[in-house]
Nanobody, 114 residues
Framework: QVQLVESGGGLVQPGGSLRLSCAAS????????MGWYRQAPGKQRELVAV???????VYADSVKGRFTISRDNAKNTVYLQMNSLRPEDTAVYHC????????WGQGTQVTVSS
């Protein structure tokens, strides 16, 4: 099994930045990909960004050019740097990993508001 713990959410003004972290533990050597999803009230959970074991990345169109996913293999941690935040980015952000099975973190709230 792989366990995921997220951190870094909070309240930020429009145009501001936040960095989310997701630390993985357990059977980390089987991880194929790690990513971030978000779910706003009344909406379905949606993909934000994913990074694969080979280093390639995929982003949702709505965050391209503003968000960057990266990883620190030594710390078994994936980051989501979020810049130029907008009110519509407000959501609970969940970390996800695929290691043959799917694990989810508990989620961290991101609120963009003035």
């Amino acid at each position: 099994q792989v366990q995921l713990v997220e951190s870094g959410g909070g309240l930020v003004q429009p145009g501001g930045s936040l960095r989310l972290s997701c630390a993985a533990s357990g059977n980390i050597f089987s991880i194929y990909s790690m990513g971030w999803y978000r779910q706003a009230p009344g909406k379905q959970r949606e993909l934000v960004a994913v990074i694969f074991s080979g280093g390639s990345t995929v982003y949702a169109d709505s965050v391209k050019g503003r968000f960057t996913i990266s990883r620190d293999n030594a710390k078994n941690t994936v980051y989501l740097q979020m810049n130029s935040l907008r009110p519509e980015d407000t959501a609970v952000y969940h970390c996800n990993c695929d290691y043959g099975f799917i694990s989810w973190g508990q989620g961290t709230q991101v609120t963009v508001s003035s």
